[in-house]
């Protein structure tokens, strides 16, 4: 689905991501963390050819047409620039699908109806999506990257904002996604909801991968401590595996 | 799109009438069903003269320049995502107002008749050549504003050396009157020589409709969208160049049709980019033709011109938009 090699950015004299190497096969739920400025927005950004990098992104070498059919890319910035409706803004998420001046082709209204139906906004539909609150609009645009139907969906803290049944709903949405097939990469700042609902875990510290692989594994006291300079309670419980951070490590 | 066929029937039905109102409206007071006669007869009479080369390009031009500010404001107001955007803050009404006033100084605007007309055309080039200079094939919105804002500053500049260095009060008068604008005494010649120009600048503002879609998502989301922003840029300042450069050139600096029209029209049309593109462009049309025929009826020996009346009540109309939104608590 994502095949990144050798990915590097430079910011002037900085090096922001520095030779990062993954892959990201079919059915996974990846978890992006890593502390403010680790490069998690920039690594996405990278992969996806919005920024000039070196090595190789298979998103990337993709021609723009064929990127939009591949990926629905959810930017950290949540901008709804015009008072338009709900349901328009997330029709948007069809373009790629549809040749010039086309109208929306019944395949392309039931990809919107099932998005909206997935983020509950059914009594949104016709509501001036930049009049609701950020975190209605944070759905909205969840919304619109699943209408755009691509096996690959890349989010930038897409769970920020949301109230924690929504958060949860999300990661329901988005783990749904990973069983069907699909493969997501979500960038996220609560441990918690990336122990619990990511198939994997990739932590980023200073631009370089600090470590890759089930929440569980990846998860350890030592990673916290070395990448986020916090301790933590990780457990398995029945639910699964649980990561609630403790206190600050001076 | 699909929803809005009644308010663009609408639209549509306004164009025709004020056009119709421009065709038969004039100092000459031919009754209108003589007028429409000799319109159509075409011969060496005088009434079919006054329509033909008289009414009827002063009516065109009216629809082809309206057409073009109000689709221009709102290809740029939905390329910058700001309402307050306008087709001028690229610099290329200033800069073509530029050349003609270099024009009616040198004196090459009396020498042959479409000395100002073209010297408007080169400074609007100009504008564009100094303007993608600036802001690099790649830069975002941003650039393009405060590049854009940069010409027109300097196109202000020496537009004010040009008045400052005028030899005569006369030459200054002149200068000054043309800046504002209007639609008096223009011929077919004119209508000829904006149409090529424009028809291709709009062609490339209608094809921006979908990118504008996008766009309302952001830079980054767009470009994942399959849009490309560097293309959509260049389609924006070229067609913008076209329609604004020859529309400044045959008439002078007319402003506020490009700000208000697509402000006013933007609820009616869902708020959608691409839908307010053809809705801007007709009811620019109607708002133009409505200020021409104004300047006819409302003290008519005076001269009143186009751009001061567009001006007029543009600027009311806009302050309560303002006062509106600021009620809705934006």
Request: proline residues 6%; contains cysteine.
């Amino acid at each position: 689905m994502l095949t990144v090699e050798n990915l590097s950015v430079a910011r002037g004299p900085c090096t922001v991501i520095d030779g990062v190497s993954l892959s990201v096969g079919p059915g996974e739920f990846v978890g992006l963390i890593g502390p403010n400025g680790a490069g998690k927005t920039t690594l996405m950004r990278a992969a996806l050819g919005l920024l000039p990098h070196t090595g190789e992104s298979s998103l990337a070498a993709m021609p723009a047409q064929t990127r939009a059919r591949t990926v629905a890319w959810m930017p950290q910035s949540r901008e709804i620039a015009w008072p338009v409706a709900v349901e328009t803004l997330i029709a948007l998420g069809r373009l790629p699908h549809l040749p010039r001046g086309a109208h929306l082709a019944p395949a392309d209204r039931n990809a919107i109806d099932a998005a909206i139906a997935r983020m509950g906004l059914e009594s949104f539909r016709t509501r001036a999506a930049n009049a609701l609150s950020g975190g209605e609009q944070a759905r909205v645009l969840i919304a619109r990257v699943l209408a755009q139907d691509t096996p690959l969906i890349l989010a930038d803290e897409p769970a920020a904002g949301l109230d924690p049944a929504h958060q949860i709903t999300l990661m329901h949405a988005f783990a749904a996604e990973a069983r069907a097939g699909r493969s997501v990469v979500a960038s996220l700042h609560d441990l918690g909801l990336a122990a619990r609902h990511c198939t994997r875990i990739i932590a980023l510290h200073h631009g370089r991968v600090a470590a890759d692989g089930p929440p569980a594994q990846a998860l350890t006291p030592a990673l916290l401590a070395e990448v986020f300079h916090i301790t933590a309670h990780v457990a398995q419980t029945p639910h699964g595996p649980v990561c609630q951070p403790l206190e600050v490590i001076r | 799109m699909r929803d809005h066929r009644a308010l663009m029937a609408a639209l549509l039905a306004l164009v025709g009438a004020l056009f119709a109102a421009s065709l038969l409206i004039g100092p000459a007071g031919i009754a209108p069903a003589q007028a429409l006669a000799a319109l159509l007869r075409g011969d060496a009479t005088a009434e079919a003269l006054v329509m033909r080369e008289i009414r009827l390009p002063r009516a065109l031009l009216a629809v082809m320049i309206g057409a073009s500010l109000g689709l221009a404001g709102a290809a740029m107001q939905g390329y910058l995502r700001n309402p307050l955007a306008e087709p001028g803050l690229i610099g290329v009404s200033g800069s073509a107002a530029l050349g003609a006033v270099i024009a009616l100084q040198t004196g090459l605007a009396a020498s042959f008749a479409l000395g100002l007309p073209l010297a408007a055309l080169a400074g609007a080039a100009g504008a564009v050549a100094l303007l993608l200079a600036l802001a690099g094939p790649r830069g975002g919105s941003l650039t393009l504003i405060l590049a854009g804002i940069a010409v027109s500053a300097l196109a202000g500049a020496l537009t004010a050396l040009v008045l400052n260095l005028s030899p005569n009060p006369f030459a200054a008068a002149e200068i000054m009157f043309w800046m504002m604008g209007s639609l008096v005494d223009r011929s077919m010649t004119h209508v000829w020589l904006a149409l090529p120009l424009m028809v291709v600048g709009w062609a490339l503002l209608a094809g921006l409709g979908r990118g504008l879609d996008a766009l309302t998502l952001g830079e980054d989301a767009a470009e994942t969208l399959g849009i490309s922003l560097t293309r959509l840029r260049l389609m924006l300042v070229a067609g913008t160049a076209c329609v604004v450069g020859a529309g400044t050139a045959v008439a002078g600096a007319i402003g506020f049709v490009g700000l208000v029209v697509p402000h006013i029209l933007r609820p009616f049309v869902g708020a959608r980019p691409s839908a307010l593109l053809p809705a801007s462009a007709l009811g620019g049309a109607a708002m133009l033709l409505a200020a021409d025929v104004a300047v006819r009826l409302v003290l008519p020996e005076r001269d009143l011109k186009l751009g001061v009346v567009t001006a007029l009540v543009g600027a009311p109309l806009f302050l309560h938009l303002i006062y509106r939104t600021r009620a809705e608590g934006l």
